[in-house]
């Protein structure tokens, strides 16, 4: 996971959401996903046609990482037991998980990629 300098931590004015820099909008190629870590969290950003969606990368099902799993449109399969979310809403798309991974706000700000805290 990218080491991330300083960046004081502000809420948007527009949600009133407390983002916090995670990285570069560069360290996330198109069609991939990226892990980042945010106060101990391990946050997974998504690319998917030219849109960034951030969310937990830890599977609610078993707790295996998101991101060793498959990406395919907006859908990540988890790579232990092939539960399927939505990137864009955290939703379950297919079990065995049944609790959706939670979604997080992401904002890009020059090329600073910023996370809900």
Do not use: W
Not at 4 to 32: C, F, M, W, Y
Not at 89 to 113: I, Q, T, W, Y
Request: neutral net charge; aromatic residues 4%.
């Amino acid at each position: 996971m990218p080491n991330v300098e300083a960046h004081p931590a502000h809420n948007d004015p527009e949600t009133n959401v407390r983002l916090v820099r995670i990285g570069s909008s560069k360290d996330v190629v198109s069609g991939q996903m990226r892990v980042f870590d945010l106060n101990g969290t391990k946050v997974n950003v998504a690319s998917v046609s030219g849109n960034l969606y951030a969310f937990d990368d830890t599977c609610t099902h078993a707790g295996c990482s998101l991101a060793r799993g498959k990406l395919d449109g907006t859908t990540v399969t988890c790579g232990c037991h092939g539960s399927q979310f939505d990137v864009t809403s955290g939703a379950v798309l297919r079990g065995p998980a049944r609790r959706p991974v939670r979604s997080r706000a992401l904002k890009v700000e020059g090329e600073n990629l910023l996370a809900e805290a």
